[in-house]
């Protein structure tokens, strides 16, 4: 990910409307938000607005899309983000100072170096502090639709193993939306779209994502769409 870079496609003002699923995810990871925040990749704010309930000491949002960076810049002067907010256009490389929780959603797979990008992430990470990422899963799921909105890869658990940075412990790892999963297969052997539309993420997230938080149980986070890991800094 360079300084310069773009967005492709509206995905994050397509799916800022799947409530359920922001809301299920958000339960997987708040437990270890705390401290000082550095969240990769802030694009409109959504997750910010999510995930930032104004307890963390500090919030930076870090984003590379130049684009994206004014409308962040805008909502905070609006007041639409929380006053702990504040904002850094560009890539990891240029920060420097440190954090208790670094959080990649729907980011990491839009990096090209992500076993690179875990290093700084854990130069940047205080000790005790967490590494978060929810990221698309399974590469055999890989569609039109990843590849449109420049996405390099989706992962899986061993593939989590294998760009651990050193020093850090992978402390969770698991599938999550189960039901999306098989609307995920159809896309890409049946339907085979670049796009989704609104009805399309609303129905998904209206019916799948809630039938989702009982089958994932049932099959133990075995598999699903997405794949949430957090790490944990050990020195």
């Known amino acids: 990910m ?5 967005y492709e496609g509206d995905e994050l003002a397509l799916f800022q409307h799947a409530i359920n699923w922001k809301k299920y995810f958000s339960r997987q990871i708040q437990p ?6 550095l969240e990769v990749g ?9 995930l930032n309930d104004g307890k963390a000491a500090q919030w930076l949002l870090l984003e590379p899309d130049p684009a994206m960076s004014s409308v962040l810049k805008n ?3 609006t007041g639409e983000l929380p006053g702990n907010c504040r904002l850094q256009t560009g890539t990891i490389d240029k920060v420097t100072t440190t954090f208790d929780t670094i959080i990649y959603i729907d980011v990491l797979e839009h990096i090209e170096n992500d076993t690179e990008e875990l290093k700084k992430a854990t130069a940047l990470l205080n000790k005790n502090g967490h590494i978060i990422v929810l990221s698309p899963a399974f590469q055999f799921l890989y569609n039109p639709f990843d590849k449109v909105i420049g996405h390099y890869r989706r992962y899986n658990k061993s593939m989590f193993n294998g760009i651990t940075a050193a020093g850090l412990e992978l402390i969770h790892c698991r599938y999550y939306d189960s039901v999306g999963y098989f609307a995920a297969l159809m896309n890409k052997w049946l339907l085979r ?3 989704p539309s609104l009805q399309q993420v609303l129905f998904w997230d209206r019916w799948m994502v809630p039938l989702s938080t009982l089958t994932d149980r049932l099959v133990f986070n075995s598999f699903g769409k997405s794949i949430i890991a957090t790490w944990k800094k050990q020195r």
């Open 2 to 6: 360079t300084d310069h870079f773009k």
């Open 32 to 37: 270890f938000i705390k401290g000082a925040v």
């Open 42 to 50: 802030a694009g409109i704010g959504s997750t910010t607005l999510l």
């Open 193 to 195: 779209k670049k796009y």
């Open 75 to 77: 909502k905070m002067g």
